[in-house]
């Protein structure tokens, strides 16, 4: 078996008995109980369950952004367990990440918002920053809109600039929390449909979190979360319940 053979069947995200902690002491809490999760290259899973259910905490921890305590949180073949700071950095450089409020910088217009998903990289010049920027704008539909202001744009026009921007670098892993959460209807569908149809394009895994029942339809395959515990798998038809 070659190399890109052995990549292609090696889980993008691989966790195990992985459990977290907030607080120190006295005020330790437990938040998340033996999480087990593998998610394939290519695949949209969407997470579901309660506000305070640890979805976001799960979300934070596969991206780097907090450093996992306790079990194997493998991403991409490395483990974030007890991972140095410089090593959450690298694991970073490969999410693209989706906040459910945009997070856009309003001194900064659509393409100069979109090119900080490519400064983290370091290898692009800044023409090719703002040439790449501006071609990812066109395909998320704002290519009349890329010297707009954030206070120009409507929701669902932030929403895609945020996509835009996650996905520029074509990460690969897709990490989305409530994207379609402050957005009506047809803007929620088109930010997903956007988000589905660029991540299979290149070839990246999308886990999303949602409470969103209108865009399930996506997922190839849903978890449920409960008290900081993985409760169920749904893959198409079928269900199966996890300790």
């Given at each position: ?23 120190k ?20 899973v ?25 079990g ?25 990440y ?11 217009n ?22 790449r ?33 996650a ?10 929390d ?19 149809k ?30 900081g ?7 198409f ?7």
């Open positions: 078996m070659n190399n890109n053979q052995q990549q292609i069947k090696q889980p993008v995200i691989d966790i195990k008995n992985l459990d977290h902690y907030f607080g002491g006295e005020l330790r809490k437990q938040v998340l109980f033996n999480i087990n999760l593998t998610i394939n290259r290519g695949e949209i969407l997470m579901t369950g309660p506000s305070g259910s640890g979805k976001t905490t799960l979300l934070t921890l596969v991206s780097g952004l907090r450093s996992p305590q306790s194997t949180c493998k991403i991409l073949g490395k483990e974030l367990c007890g991972a140095s700071p410089a090593e959450l950095v690298q694991a970073r450089r490969n999410n693209g989706i906040f459910q409020a945009h997070n856009l910088h309003h001194s900064l659509a393409t100069q918002n979109v090119q900080m998903g490519l400064e983290v990289q370091g290898i692009y010049s800044k023409k090719e920053r703002r040439d920027a501006v071609a990812m704008l066109e395909q998320v539909g704002l290519g009349e809109r890329i010297d707009y202001y954030p206070d120009n744009l409507s929701g669902g026009q932030k929403q895609r600039v945020a996509i835009a921007r996905l520029v670098a074509h990460p690969a892993i897709v990490l989305a409530e994207p379609t959460a402050a957005l009506d209807s047809k803007s929620g569908r088109d930010v997903v449909n956007i988000m589905q660029l991540a299979k394009e290149q070839g990246s895994t999308i886990l999303l979190v949602t409470h969103d029942e209108r865009i399930l339809d996506i997922a190839d395959r849903l978890v449920h979360m409960e008290d515990r993985l409760v169920s798998h749904r893959s038809n079928a269900v199966t319940m996890t300790n």
